[in-house]
T-cell receptor, first 115, second 112 residues
Framework: DVKVTQSSRYLVKRTGEKVFLECVQDMDHENMFWYRQDPGLGLRLIYFSYDVKMKEKGDIPEGYSVSREKKERFSLILESASTNQTSMYLC??????????????FGPGTRLTVL | GQSLEQPSEVTAVEGAIVQINCTYQTSGFYGLSWYQQHDGGAPTFLSYNALDGLEETGRFSSFLSRSDSYGYLLLQELQMKDSASYFCAVRDRSDSWGKLQFGAGTQVVVTP
């Protein structure tokens, strides 16, 4: 079974803090993704990575950066957290070869609250 | 760009059938996927349609009409455990990296 883990289920931070969200997958997948999920807006792609040290902006990259130093690990960084970044953050991975519909495997999510 | 539309909520009783529609606009369609997410849980893959027609997996079926830019997920013999959010997602043919665009999700509420 594919396993995607995220470092925290719940996180509370203060405005202006630097925040690191970590994601690890154990299936040697090339692709990794960071989404945020807000009520009524579905899943919106922040950044994705298709290889170590490679990254591409998604639909809403502003205020975020990412790091992928090892294939299994993809980190999302909030350089200076703001209250409008309070959200559920979901990490996902998928193999480069795709699979049916380029199936993505999701982690359990991190609910971040910025005060 | 891409956009997907699906209803925000559907309510049905146990044992009933529910159909969740998804219409999409994309510059180059590749396929339509469905994901299920229980409250507090991770989205999980349910089904995928690349060609027109119906794909059946147990109590769940998914349908695609490429000419109508439309698909649906059919949930039969509804059970309480089917209460969840369901997302349709598309991959654009112009995308090389397996990115998916997700709809806003449909919350299915199953009542006794």
């Amino acid at each position: 079974d594919v396993k995607v883990t995220q470092s925290s289920r719940y996180l509370v931070k203060r405005t202006g803090e630097k925040v690191f969200l970590e994601c690890v997958q154990d299936m040697d997948h090339e692709n990794m993704f960071w989404y945020r999920q807000d009520p009524g807006l579905g899943l919106r792609l922040i950044y994705f990575s298709y290889d170590v040290k490679m990254k591409e902006k998604g639909d809403i990259p502003e205020g975020y950066s990412v790091s992928r130093e090892k294939k299994e690990r993809f980190s999302l960084i909030l350089e200076s957290a703001s209250t409008n970044q309070t959200s559920m953050y979901l990490c996902a991975s998928s193999p480069l070869a795709g699979g049916p519909g380029d199936t993505q495997y999701f982690g359990p999510g991190t609910r971040l609250t910025v005060l | 760009g891409q956009s997907l539309e699906q209803p925000s909520e559907v309510t049905a009783v146990e044992g009933a059938i529910v159909q969740i529609n998804c219409t999409y606009q994309t510059s180059g369609f590749y396929g339509l996927s469905w994901y299920q997410q229980h409250d507090g849980g991770a989205p999980t893959f349910l089904s995928y349609n690349a060609l027109d027609g119906l794909e059946e997996t147990g109590r769940f079926s998914s349908f695609l009409s490429r000419s109508d830019s439309y698909g649906y997920l059919l949930l039969q013999e509804l059970q309480m455990k089917d209460s969840a959010s369901y997302f349709c997602a598309v991959r654009d043919r112009s995308d090389s990296w397996g990115k998916l665009q997700f709809g806003a999700g449909t919350q299915v509420v199953v009542t006794p």
